[in-house]
């Protein structure tokens, strides 16, 4: 077997400006193949911009249809201050540690070295796999609805099942989730950053289009149901919002980026949240008007009338086109975490990354992983609802919650200064939204259980 060269191994890096005081030889085969530190601020803008903005944005409308206008509006830009915020406070405290010496390359390793390691081990790694993980599965069954609704705009009267187009779909990110590492993926992520400007851009002009057309509903924005019903829908929208903002891999995302890393993550930021607002807003803003309170969960859905599309079939084909392919990008970066615990368990980081001796487990299990997730979204169509409950449980707190925890305890504010309290303040509240994210879910988990069946044609 070939094995890499040893001197590169033996090297050590001891600027502790620049947070590379590991020497390779020191590092497991998770970090040293996956989590490799070559990329620029271009590149974790790209990174950052595909594990947070997807097809979530279509849910946008129906929220606002919970909230109303002024509610909605408030509720999502205070969200994208609080992200913007709290990745940055993440951020800094990653660079503080790599400015001591000490490079937290994954979310665990932080928690473990700030709150001790049975956080890193026993709750953070494993709610950060789960949330991952539960991610593939979802864009994996979102993918096959896409390629179920393209099928069906061109032969209505179709009979495949959801379950083949899932298998389908599942092709391409198996062959994706062979990519070695993390920052291989910067292309495909450029390309994502693209799809989603262009597809964002494709559903405000349709809504428009329907907005001002003669088929338009009748735009009535109040808040229907119960006063009971309007509350819990009220929830229901803000925790879908907030969630909306989630990523859950701002460590790893920062471990690709080439030491010095001080600044290079903010600019990062600013890239994507250069895209959220410009997207959110606009999907937001542009289906609320054209729907008002008749928004479906997916304003897509909105675009088709009961007998026949509202748009010509070739908008709406390029529409889930190019959604499509975007998903794909998604998939496989949440892939990320699951494929560096497996070279972490069963690479070698003493021979080559390419060797056979590591390329056979990293086929066999890459696989099985993709495979695997394929076999649940086929199985359980409904995961979506499911994943919202994981999702108030997990998302909120490492993006929410953590951040702020970690930054008090490593910068110690004052505890009579705003900084202190605001942090404080901001993970009470956002703890109180997993309360209320985890109700919304229940909820609608509750609501949608009698089309609940294993491989259901949803």
């Known amino acids: 077997m070939a094995t890499a060269d040893p001197k590169p191994m033996d ?13 390779p030889g020191q590092l497991d085969a998770g970090a040293l193949f996956v989590l490799k530190s ?3 601020s271009l590149h974790c803008g790209y990174h950052l911009t595909t594990s947070i903005v997807g097809p979530v944005i279509f849910s946008f409308p129906f929220a606002f249809s919970l ?3 002024a509610p909605g509006l408030v509720i999502t830009a205070l969200q994208a201050l ?11 405290v990653l660079e503080y540690h790599a400015h001591l010496g000490k490079r937290q390359l994954r979310f665990r390793d932080m928690a473990a070295d700030i709150l001790g390691p049975r956080w890193g081990k026993y709750f953070v790694g494993p709610l950060q796999i789960a949330i991952c993980y539960g991610a593939v599965i979802v864009c994996i069954l979102l993918g096959g609805q896409s390629l179920k609704f393209i099928y069906l705009l061109y032969n209505p009267s179709g009979k495949m099942q959801l379950y083949q187009f899932i298998s389908i779909f599942g092709i391409v990110p198996l062959m994706l989730a062979q990519i070695p590492s993390f920052h291989s993926l910067r292309h495909i992520n450029l390309a994502s950053l693209l799809l989603i ?14 907005g001002n057309s003669r088929n338009a509903h009748n735009k009535d924005y109040s808040i229907q149901g ?16 907030a969630t909306t903002y989630g990523c859950g891999i701002i460590p790893e995302i920062q471990a690709t980026i080439a030491p010095p890393a001080k600044g290079k993550m903010f600019k990062g930021l600013c890239i994507c949240f250069g895209v959220i607002v410009s997207t959110y807003f606009s999907v937001a803003i542009s289906g609320y008007w054209a ?5 479906q969960p997916t304003i897509l859905s909105n675009f088709m009338a009961e007998t026949r599309p509202l748009l010509p079939t070739w908008f709406l084909l390029l529409t889930n086109i190019f959604t499509l392919v975007q998903l794909v990008a998604v998939t496989v970066i949440y892939l990320q975490p699951t494929n560096e615990l497996f070279e972490k368990w069963f690479a070698n980081p003493r021979m080559d990354e390419f060797s056979a001796r590591n390329v056979m487990p990293r086929l066999v299990l890459r696989s099985v992983s993709v495979i695997s997730a394929t076999v649940f979204a086929a199985m359980l169509p409904f995961f979506g609802d499911i994943m919202a409950l994981f999702g108030a449980f997990g998302i909120i707190p490492l993006d929410f919650v953590l951040p702020m925890l970690l930054y008090n305890l490593t910068f110690k504010p004052s505890t009579k200064g705003i900084l202190f309290w ?6 009470v509240a956002s703890s109180a939204l997993v309360a209320m994210g985890a109700l919304a879910s229940i909820r609608q988990i509750l609501h949608d259980a009698n089309t609940y069946h294993l491989f259901a044609n949803m």
Do not use: M, P
């Open 67 to 69: 909230l109303g206008w």
């Open 422 to 427: 605001g942090n404080t303040l901001i993970a």
């Open 197 to 210: 400007l262009v597809y964002s851009a494709l559903v405000v002009a349709g809504s428009i289009h329907i």
């Open 291 to 295: 729907f008002g309170n008749q928004s």
């Open 82 to 92: 609080l992200s913007f915020y709290s990745y940055n406070l993440l951020s800094l």
């Open 38 to 40: 070559r990329g620029s």
């Open 226 to 241: 119960s006063k009971e019903n309007r509350v819990l829908g009220a929830i229901n929208g803000i925790s879908i919002i």
């Open 11 to 23: 090297s050590a890096s001891t600027d502790k400006e620049n947070g590379t005081v590991d020497s």
